[in-house]
């Protein structure tokens, strides 16, 4: 069985794997005031290019979007997405469990128009009820989006720019992150997303770890009592070495580039193959989630041989199916589908 | 430096470790629809003799206590707990962050006691003014408790009695079950617990695993849609099968309970040595931690060698501290202690 | 001054004040449980030809909708509404900080289209990944809408028939329910209401009284425990004959009604008036809020002689403004504005 | 029938009644904005001898503590109290349903023991896992308390130095804090209450009015976005003018302070009539409220005649029960109740 149902489906990375095993039995103080965690912020504060950036570890990306949204924001403020994006459709209400709202702008193909948000921005702060209204209080982006699709860093710059003007927080979601920085379509690199954004994640789970997202705060901007927030949302690890162990060998020697960078290369040769095949695509991704339209009637004779996500009816013969590759995608893996398909 | 700080300074288990590896290249569904789950779920219910229980697992203890307590109160009640209860304690809030109020009772050396929580429950519900007070919805027991103390079987059964006769849960918070039950002062076994309690957890994080902890709910009693509450407290893992893989270890061949019990058989010794010496309890610990009152003149010089926690002050010239044995512990690692102190 | 702003600027009708000035020295107990709301809920029951409803008195609208809609939902649940109604847009959050999403669907003219809803919650229910999702627990209309407009008595039937296919629980705001029902537009009445809600509102404070909305449970339907309910979300008065006082007297000899019939007949003497004087109107609102497209130059003039509410810009050059009328408008303030317009 | 079962019994002081006669046919703009609030915080600005007062005008007691301690504290900061405080018992848990803890101190008479609060907090900030706990950050007293005892100008003087040294807010919970004011036993003004805290209210509800609470921040230290804050808790009325012109009439020519003295002055000779007939108190309120233990085969037959509440059980056959006079108690009820017991 060939599989491309998700970018999760195996454990860790046989480097993160090995990190484990290493440090097994050293004694580490837990919380994350361990040697491991404070190695892999030093690191990762090196990737960022931003000495003075704050690295906490989280375990999960629905838990970390409620913890550092909720951190970030005043009570009666909420959090801007896409109508798509993850925190507005698929985390079950973790948002507004916190007590924010979710304002959700129109998605384009999984993005924010910077000018559409400008424009919401102005019309919102010119509103003449605007105090019995949901403040914006923090923007919130997914990069790569939902749809795999990218900011470009005009895009990004244009909305980093909104949020000065208007005194939001910029928080880019990178559950997938280096998925976008090695895809060949992305102009941005880590240093520019640490630049542009006020808080950003490096996704862990989907790239390499058994679990695990990195939240930097780059310029130290870390709200205060940050561990007493996580604990509060449990989602503080007493054996917070877990997490910085996997990340320090997540970000020695790059590896956290070298597994984006399969996925992307693996994704480019799919989308190839299958655009040379005549398939149709739903959407125009440049990374590691690929959208393809299928013929219902072909999809369990697909199914006998691949793992992969049945996304959204597409009329009513077709589907939207997802392909994701990952660290593990092999160049054969992706003949075999192709050959299948 | 000897390592008597907590029980979860280490890794895992190799065991649990070697599982991880084992599987690694497995592919698994995600959100803890995996085989591994569904093993250690099975394996589960066979130790607690509960052929209906459902098994969830969950990260870490904060977490689950917030997760289950807040899917089986109604919103207008609350949790019953000592008063050094962890729920009313060290959880940052946690509990009530989630809107519920933690109802303190007296503690016992950490323990409610049962005549004392049918009297304050025969009290509240003959109050007239009861419908403007929090009314209580779920008994919490932490068991092994926070001061290392167990409850009788006869105990939990009047503790148990009093919920049912007023409609209350009971929910046994196990973080430290196994070092419980392998106690030589335990009466009760596992299936004790399944039958008495409406919810219990088996904990991971501090008995062996990287992090985890088995939600049990003996009679098929989960509450609604448990998954999407799980979720909606950022709870839910993409990669369950990290919680799986490491309760299906160690509920293989009752490795759980071996764990436990070298735990139990190092506290024991460390209890002994420290007695011939004559140390003073601060409390009677049966279990993993044992609390000695020190001069706090001495504690500098101790660790240099030795980790260990500093629990409470003890009037002005001596302090409580803990020693905690775990599965790493070895007789001769409580030899050394012992001829350090 | 003319008084158009809204249909709250005033104090309490007569009768109202009047009943308040004869009962203020009759000593009653505290928080509902007074004589007066006893017979404010007899007459209401009677009004809606529902012997077996449970009437309850709240303060205002917002804290109405949140703690009915917190009181009826599941914790993973949500509330659907049109994106234009109250609770999706102008109570500054108050859903959510009970910790539930509204679920925003479009809005034409304020109303949510039957066909739409129905084809939303099909969708949803089918939806593999819905676990992930907040549940709709709950449709939220406003009858009249935030734009004055009603719903048919068929339109409601088929929300309502989709709601109980589906389990979801219909909700309607009457924050200004006399003023839709006794329009001449109005193919409903109040028992007609009661028979197709699981629960709706019958406002006091935009209907005649110095505050109050009462909450009628059709069917006796009360959620659990609603009085605790109230007070942990601060909504039950000390003083609740305040309430009761006000509505009984709002219930008697049908002032309700006479009350919201003079504030539709001089609405419709406006609308007459400025259409035939050319006016466009924003919206055909059959009901006592009335939306306008004004010139912006020739707003300042009109504002030194008639109080109205700007509602939105309308292009560059033009601003839809509201007329609202009420109990207290009388048919020569309407000539009087029409002929400053 | 004799009324003494609480200070909420009756409508509005006939001066409060008259006010609102009397303003009812003025049109003023909605949610606080009115000329009649307006005027309201200028006299209770003076009265407080505090000219950059801000002052808000809430509906009832629970809502007003919630509301402002929510928007006092930090997500992570908790609210001491005494553990007969009515935020920490008789709120039906609406303090933790803003998801703030209530840290519960022993109680004296109702009162916090300054010293007692200032050893607890020395032990909170020394404490080493305190990023694991709740963080105090403000203090909550109620004055008189829910006892009718009185914190004398030291003790208040003793509680705020703490707090400032440790960083809280020190609020006071005025809901009867005329009486407190005005009772023999006060040796504290209005100013000196607006100097020593940090936010407190002056109670309408039991003080004369038909609903109310003023919150005053005594050097315009409002929370920002207090009125969004307020309406998302759903405590913004629309007709804000209803508490306006109630607070502005109470302010007006002394009469809340008369109203307070009445029901001090008939609450000294209610307990010197029993005091000579050899009652015995259960606790010695120099205030409004007044608290007898009585036997409980005579209840029935005072029940007969007087309106009392029945406060708790003392022993087997006696009970704690609770007379209050009020503005409308007059010498003759109170020389009638004496007779009858």
Request: aromatic share 10%.
């Amino acid at each position: 069985m060939l599989c491309f149902e998700s970018d999760y489906m195996l454990g860790a990375h046989p480097a993160v794997l090995e990190a484990l095993i290493r440090t097994n039995m050293e004694p580490a103080t837990g919380y994350g005031a361990d040697p491991f965690c404070a190695s892999a912020a030093e690191k990762i504060r090196a990737a960022c290019a931003c000495p003075e950036a704050d690295v906490r570890f989280l375990v999960g990306g629905t838990q970390t979007n409620a913890v550092v949204i909720d951190a970030m924001l005043a009570p009666w403020q909420g959090v801007i997405a896409a109508e798509t994006g993850h925190v507005a459709v698929h985390e079950a209400g973790a948002i507004e469990a916190t007590g924010h709202k979710v304002l959700a702008l129109p998605g384009h193909a999984g993005k924010l128009d910077p000018a559409e948000l400008r424009a919401w921005l102005a019309r919102f702060f010119a509103d003449a009820n605007r105090e019995h209204m949901v403040a914006p209080g923090l923007v919130y982006l997914s990069h790569p989006t939902e749809y795999g699709t990218l900011y470009t860093r005009a895009e990004l710059t244009a909305v980093a720019a909104a949020c000065r003007e208007y005194g939001l927080v910029l928080f880019l979601d990178g559950a997938r992150l280096g998925y976008g920085l090695m895809s060949p379509a992305s102009d941005m690199t880590l240093p520019d997303v640490a630049a542009l954004c006020d808080v950003f994640t490096i996704g862990g789970t989907k790239v390499g770890a058994l679990c695990g997202e990195a939240v930097v705060f780059p310029r130290g901007n870390t709200p205060p009592h940050f561990l007493t927030q996580m604990k509060r949302h449990g989602a503080l690890l007493a054996k917070g070495r877990l997490l910085g162990v996997q990340f320090d060998a997540l970000f020695t020697d790059g590896l956290y580039f070298r597994i984006a960078k399969n996925a992307a290369d693996t994704a480019e040769q799919l989308h190839s193959l299958l655009k040379e095949k005549g398939y149709e695509f739903y959407i125009d991704s440049p990374t590691n989630q690929q959208f393809v339209i299928l013929d219902n009637d072909k999809l369990p004779t697909i199914e006998e041989h691949v793992a992969f996500s049945r996304f959204e009816p597409y009329g009513e013969t077709r589907t939207v199916v997802r392909f994701a590759t990952s660290w593990a995608t092999r160049p054969e893996d992706v003949e075999a589908l192709a050959a299948i398909l």
